[in-house]
């Protein structure tokens, strides 16, 4: 009886592990959609330009990293109340990377 608990234990552990992996992948489309939904709008009035992808591309950013770009998705998130989820902050950082920093993991 005791071994059988011990399996099941076992075996729902590794699943709930598995399951957590594949939704660990980020989700490029939803990253896309809360950037243009929620931080191009302020990132253009930030530049002054009326363009918000100017502020991921300026030569003096602050982001030289996947643990700054992580940092400033998470302020932005906090700070502006934008209510993201862990998962939703993961699917922007991948996006902005992928898009527009192409900074190594």
């Known amino acids: 009886m005791k071994l059988t608990l011990i399996k099941l234990f076992s075996s729902v552990l590794l699943c709930g592990l ?4 594949v939704q660990a992948a980020p989700d490029l489309a939803n990253g896309k959609n809360i950037d243009q ?3 191009y709008a302020c990132h253009a009035k930030k530049t002054g330009f009326g363009n918000g992808d100017m502020i991921y591309t300026r030569s003096d950013s602050k982001v030289k990293s996947i643990a700054n770009l992580k940092r ?27 898009q527009f920093y192409k900074l190594k993991p």
Do not use: G, H
């Open 18 to 21: 598995l399951v957590s992996q």
């Open 37 to 39: 939904q929620k931080c």
């Open 72 to 98: 400033m998705v998470s302020l932005c998130n906090t700070e502006l109340r934008l209510d993201l989820f862990p998962e939703d902050e993961a699917d922007v950082v991948a996006y902005l990377n992928q």
